[in-house]
């Protein structure tokens, strides 16, 4: 099975816009963040800039239905679901986050139904917070 997002114009249009190539949606709702996802996330975005990467946004978010096997992300415009995505895996991480390749060791595989779902929900959240970033840059 491939891991291959199938994008709605809506979704397409949401990520040519974005300042980003990629996102990563970090759970931190309560089994995750039991897990140590702020932990984790904050040892991504440090490698991120560690590794010099600034085409990746990492976003907190609530709870991704992925629960007991966190901390968990997943990316976007991908669709790759990451579970137990903990902090010792973070310069791996950020290393295929920067490159857009799935992280073969973490990546886990969905069915396609689920990830197109996911794919679909993210896009609308990147649409706004792509406006709202290009509201607030044409307020500086």
Known sequence: ?????AQSTQDARAAADS???HW??????????????????????????????SNVAVVRSGCLGLCGAGPNAVTYPEGTVYLHADRE??????????????????AVKTPAW??????????RIVEHLVSRLRADEGGR
């Open 89 to 106: 895996h973070a310069d791996r991480l950020a290393a295929n986050l920067a490159r857009g390749t799935p992280d073969q060791l973490l």
């Open 24 to 53: 990563v949606f970090w759970c931190e709702s309560s089994s995750c963040r039991f897990s140590g996802a702020a932990e984790s996330r904050a040892a991504l975005v440090a490698a991120l800039r560690a590794q010099g990467t």
């Open 114 to 123: 689920y990830r197109e779902h996911l794919v679909a929900r993210l896009g």
């Open 1 to 5: 099975m491939k891991n291959e997002p």
């Open 19 to 21: 300042p980003y190539d």
